[in-house]
């Protein structure tokens, strides 16, 4: 049989075999772990490299896309420019002459609409309310 002493030290020892396997095991499972993690890091950086390359080279072809609507857009500016141009050079060319026309236009009317009229102001619709 056990002294006292020998079952309180078969107990620790007992209990340094279970403390000691629980750590194995744990540290076991993180070495794994991190060995998958190395892994995916690996795969990333693996991966990094030509996605990198593929948003230079998409970058590059957008300031290319933008500098030619930048050109775009300075012979739009130029076009307009123009066009304003022919419109202030149309209106003073056709423009001038019509005024003279309608304002011509006018005048015969008027002159043709009062040959009837003898001079005198007409009087509203309505009789000669006021006129004794």
Do not use: C, H
């Not at 079952?7 to 794994?32: C, E, M």
């Not at 609409?113 to 309505?126: A, S």
């Amino acid at each position: 049989m056990l002294t006292g002493g020998q079952l309180a030290g078969l107990i620790v020892a007992v209990f340094w075999a279970v403390l000691v396997s629980f750590l194995a095991y744990t540290l076991l499972r993180l070495a794994r772990l991190l060995g998958e993690a190395g892994k995916v890091v690996a795969e990333i950086g693996e991966q990094a490299g030509p996605l990198l390359d593929d948003m230079n080279r998409t970058v590059r072809r957008a300031n290319e896309q933008l500098g030619r609507t930048d050109v775009i857009t300075k012979q739009v500016a130029g076009v307009t420019q123009n066009v304003s141009a022919v419109t202030t050079v149309m209106t003073s060319v056709v423009g001038g002459p019509l005024v003279k026309a309608a304002a011509f236009s006018y005048g015969v009317r008027k002159a043709l609409g009062n040959k009837g009229d003898t001079g005198r102001p007409q009087l509203p619709r309505g009789g000669e309310k006021g006129r004794r």
